[in-house]
């Protein structure tokens, strides 16, 4: 089994910054991308960015050049750097782990942590 912990969430106002933290512990062998999903009210959850175990980036549009994502392989830790931040990027943010076990490929949520920018 896998337990993604997050941290880092809050009120920010408009320009400002956070970071999000996510830790992985339980049997996190082969994880094959790490990243960040963000759902806002009435709205279906959408990828933010993703970090391949190969290190590809992988970055939603509205969020590119403001956000940025790495990946501490010895921690089975991801963080997302979210800069000059918008009220359009409220949500709540969940980190999402992809692992391999064998020929099957699963997903890991965490819990979520919610993140309000104010104009």
């Known amino acids: 089994q896998v337990q993604l912990v997050e941290s880092g969430g809050g009120l920010v106002q408009a320009g400002g910054s956070l970071r999000l933290s996510c830790a992985a512990s339980?049997?996190?062998?082969?994880?094959?991308?790490m990243g960040w999903y963000r759902q806002a009210p009435g709205k279906q959850r959408e990828l933010v960015a993703a970090?391949?175990?190969?290190?590809?980036?992988n970055y939603a549009d509205s969020v590119k050049g403001r956000f940025t994502i790495s990946g501490d392989n010895a921690k089975n830790a991801v963080y997302l750097q979210m800069n000059s931040l918008k009220p359009g990027d409220t949500a709540v943010y969940y980190c999402?782990?992809?692992?391999?076990?064998?020929?099957?490929?699963?997903?890991?949520w965490g819990q979520g942590t919610q993140v309000t920018v104010s104009s």
């Open positions: 999402n782990y992809r692992i391999s076990r064998g020929a099957f490929e699963y997903d890991y």
């Open positions: 339980g049997s996190t062998f082969s994880i094959n991308e």
């Open positions: 970090i391949t175990s190969g290190g590809v980036l």
